[in-house]
Nanobody
Framework: QVQPVESGGGLVQAGDSLRLSCFASGRTFNLYSMGWFRQAPGKDREFVAA????????TYADAMMGRFTISRDNAKNMVYLQIRDMKPEDMAIYYC?????????????????WGRGTQVTVSS
């Protein structure tokens, strides 16, 4: 089992870049695919990006292609989300989650362990 803990959120200006981090405690981090989701005020939680156990296959929501990059460092139990050219619509709580499977990672139901989220606020 792993327990994700997100960090790196805060207040940024539109056009800035931001890197979110997620540390997943536990000895079995490399057995989990990892994903990022976000939830904006008044909206449902949505998939952002996912990365497989080995870190060589990534998946992105169509709307996130190009500005978002997910990566992981299995030696450090870390997963990252780099966001470029921040936009007001990126303002949300960002969640990190761990999945025991390597498929259907856009589906939040595939994830077993969730962090509490980190707030990202974008000023225009």
């Amino acid at each position: 089992q792993v327990q994700p803990v997100e960090s790196g959120g805060g207040l940024v200006q539109a056009g800035d870049s931001l890197r979110l981090s997620c540390f997943a405690s536990g000895r079995t981090f490399n057995l989990y695919s990892m994903g990022w989701f976000r939830q904006a005020p008044g909206k449902d939680r949505e998939f952002v990006a996912a990365i497989n156990r080995e870190g060589d296959i990534t998946t992105y929501a169509d709307a996130m292609m190009g500005r978002f990059t997910i990566s992981r460092d299995n030696a450090k139990n870390m997963v990252y989300l780099q966001i470029r050219d921040m936009k007001p619509e990126d303002m949300a709580i960002y969640y990190c989650a761990a999945s025991p499977v390597d498929y259907d990672l856009r589906n939040s139901n595939r994830y077993r362990f969730w962090g509490r989220g980190t707030q990202v606020t974008v000023s225009s």
